[in-house]
T-cell receptor
Framework: AQTVTQSQPEMSVQEAETVTLSCTYDTSESDYYLFWYKQPPSRQMILVIRQEAYKQQNATENRFSVNFQKAAKSFSLKISDSQLGDAAMYFCAYRSAWIDNDMRFGAGTRLTVKP | DTGVSQDPRHKITKRGQNVTFRCDPISEHNRLYWYRQTLGQGPEFLTYFQNEAQLEKSRLLSDRFSAERPKGSFSTLEIQRTEQGDSAMYLC????????????FGEGSWLTVV
């Protein structure tokens, strides 16, 4: 079974600096999708960034980028120029390309941004 | 805004009572999911619909839980004879095949059983 591990329960970053959140996963599949979701205190889960496993190029969305290492099964999220509004729980998620309901989440990393 | 909407946002109920949550997915999304999330944890899959058909149910979904999606539009999740262990956030999400399997979440329905 696929599992997603986020080894950092909490992280802290100074405003305007860069922080990297770690995620590893376990799978025997070759086709899948990886996601980072953000869940602010208001509780709605918001998609931050998505990566297709067949793409070698790392996804980027403005200040958010990923470092996708398929062989190592690693999918870290880098937040550049951190802003106070980035403070939230961040969840890494894995979804099979073949099984529609099979989306697994990590336990999350709570990010604090210090002014 | 035409995102996923859930109602009610918060529900406090006495143990043994029944509760029902409603989810309205993004229009034209044919897939609808229910997840449960407890404090400090990521969402856990409960059940999944494609149109009106319920295709998968997690072992987490005991016989006290039932979900429906009549006509393939909105969905309801009912919990009968609630227990304190049912206290959690119930998240609804929807997706449309072809959008890279991205799931969009609602704001959740927070259940407290006292």
């Amino acid at each position: 079974a696929q599992t997603v591990t986020q080894s950092q329960p909490e992280m802290s970053v100074q405003e305007a600096e860069t922080v990297t959140l770690s995620c590893t996963y376990d799978t025997s599949e070759s086709d899948y999708y990886l996601f980072w979701y953000k869940q602010p205190p208001s509780r709605q889960m918001i998609l931050v960034i998505r990566q297709e496993a067949y793409k070698q190029q790392n996804a980027t969305e403005n200040r958010f980028s990923v470092n996708f290492q398929k062989a190592a099964k690693s999918f870290s999220l880098k937040i550049s120029d951190s802003q106070l509004g980035d403070a939230a729980m961040y969840f890494c998620a894995y979804r099979s390309a073949w099984i529609d309901n099979d989306m697994r989440f990590g336990a999350g990393t709570r990010l604090t941004v210090k002014p | 805004d035409t995102g996923v909407s859930q109602d009610p946002r918060h529900k406090i109920t006495k143990r043994g009572q029944n509760v029902t949550f409603r989810c309205d997915p993004i229009s034209e999304h044919n897939r609808l999911y229910w997840y449960r999330q407890t404090l400090g944890q990521g969402p856990e899959f409960l059940t999944y619909f494609q149109n009106e058909a319920q295709l998968e149910k997690s072992r987490l979904l005991s016989d006290r839980f039932s979900a429906e999606r009549p006509k393939g539009s909105f969905s309801t999740l009912e919990i009968q004879r609630t227990e304190q262990g049912d206290s959690a956030m119930y998240l609804c999400a929807s997706s449309f095949r072809g959008q890279g399997n991205t799931i969009y979440f609602g704001e959740g329905s927070w259940l407290t059983v006292v």
